[in-house]
């Protein structure tokens, strides 16, 4: 899941080091990765491709993608809603 998200935005190094240690990356600022405002608007199209539905954006909080917990909590939740 964390390849499928972040492919393309990050290395596939940074990616497999995500994956094994994500407890450490956490609480890590997507922009400290090198993901600026406009590749996390990308990012957030990508976990809408990724689950097939569009998010409310009347509702949508951009905070919800400040950090690497928070992108993979948002893809889970928003995953598990479609249940």
Do not use: C, H
């Not at 995500?18 to 090198?34: A, C, D, H, S, V």
Request: zero cysteines; charged letters at 35%.
């Amino acid at each position: 899941m964390v390849k499928e998200i972040f492919r393309g935005f990050l290395s596939e190094a940074t990616i497999e080091d995500i994956k094994e240690n994500q407890e450490t990356y956490e609480q890590t600022p997507i922009k400290n990765l090198g993901i600026d405002s406009l590749a996390t608007m990308d990012l957030v199209l990508r976990i809408e491709d990724l689950v097939g539905r569009e998010f409310d954006y009347d509702i949508f909080d951009i905070d919800d993608v400040s950090t690497v917990g928070r992108v993979i909590k948002l893809y889970e939740d928003f995953k598990g809603d479609q249940k």
